[in-house]
């Protein structure tokens, strides 16, 4: 199946793990990890999973435990180069049919580097590397994941509390006193969120709050949080990338939308593939 490098496809690196995430309204989609990425290092045979979807024909590819997928990974000024060999199963829905050794053979696929970043654990947000306008509460959030490289996002990342509806208010209190525009507010019973962006400060800051959500435990994972209350921190975003990322629709004038925490929020709830 051909690979689509759409600008929306993107590349990010959290922990050491780097997970390809495919773009939206595309009909051929890849997913992929190197669980044990090393900038310095340029080919792996470990830690590499694969999953290629055909949202048109149904077909699909994913690469199992015990069989041969390699790659090579080369970092290009502001983006990835990606090639790939291995084996997996390729289903076909259209003709009903199923090959378990199937071969996946891509080269030379460019992705846009969206960001590196690092998983903290009881921290004071703007004391751990997040910028210093960055909303926080008097405690240590349980959880946050910190962009510390990003040539498109800038710095920031996202922050979890196991708060309630007081503490989100005072969240979105203190940002609303940084002097952003505001793109949209959700008051809805058991949910609430708030998104404030200026075009010139290229800062973005989105506050959500869900009742619904079970608190931060000491095994969550930033890639499965959900948290009460998740704070994200952008300094650094161009319009152009908040639209690329969120889309060009009418998302500045409207006052119930949730689309652009919602396309933030899926990277933390990205499906990693191929564990080993």
């Not at 759409?6 to 990890?33: F, I, K």
């Not at 960001?115 to 959030?141: I, W, Y």
């Not at 075009?199 to 000491?218: C, F, H, N, R, W």
């Not at 009460?228 to 629709?249: A, C, Q």
Request: aromatic share 8%; hydrophobic share 35%; glycine share 10%.
């Amino acid at each position: 199946m051909p690979i689509t490098n759409g600008a929306q496809n993107v590349v990010c690196v959290v922990d050491g793990t780097l997970v390809l995430v495919p773009g939206d309204e595309q009909h051929v989609g890849m997913s992929m990890q190197v669980s044990n990425y090393n900038k310095n290092q340029t080919k792996y045979d470990q830690g590499v999973g694969v999953m290629v979807e055909n949202t048109v024909t149904g077909g699909s590819f994913h690469s199992e435990d015990g069989k041969d997928m390699e790659c090579t990974v080369d970092k290009a000024d502001d983006a990835f180069v990606i090639a790939l060999s291995g084996y997996g199963t390729f289903y076909s829905k259209q003709q009903g049919m199923s090959d378990e050794n199937a071969k996946i053979v891509a080269k030379n696929m460019k992705f846009n580097h969206l960001f590196t970043g690092k998983t903290l654990r009881n921290v004071m947000p703007r004391d751990a590397g997040f910028p210093s306008f960055t909303p926080q509460l008097d405690v240590k959030a349980p959880l946050a994941m910190n962009i510390t490289e990003s040539p498109h996002l800038g710095k920031g990342g996202m922050i979890y509390y196991n708060g309630d509806e007081s503490d989100y208010k005072t969240l979105r209190v203190a940002a609303a006193k940084l002097g952003l525009d505001k793109l949209g507010e959700d008051n809805e019973a058991g949910y609430m969120e708030v998104i404030y962006y200026s075009a010139k400060k290229q800062t973005l800051v989105m506050i959500e709050y869900d009742a619904g959500s079970s608190p931060i435990d000491e095994d969550a994972t930033w890639e499965d949080a959900d948290a009460p209350i998740m704070v994200t921190v952008l300094d650094g975003i161009s319009e152009d990338w908040l639209e690329l990322m969120f889309g060009d629709d009418d998302t500045r004038s409207r006052a119930n939308n949730k689309t652009v925490a919602n396309k933030l929020r899926c990277l933390g709830k990205m499906n990693r593939v191929g564990r080993k």
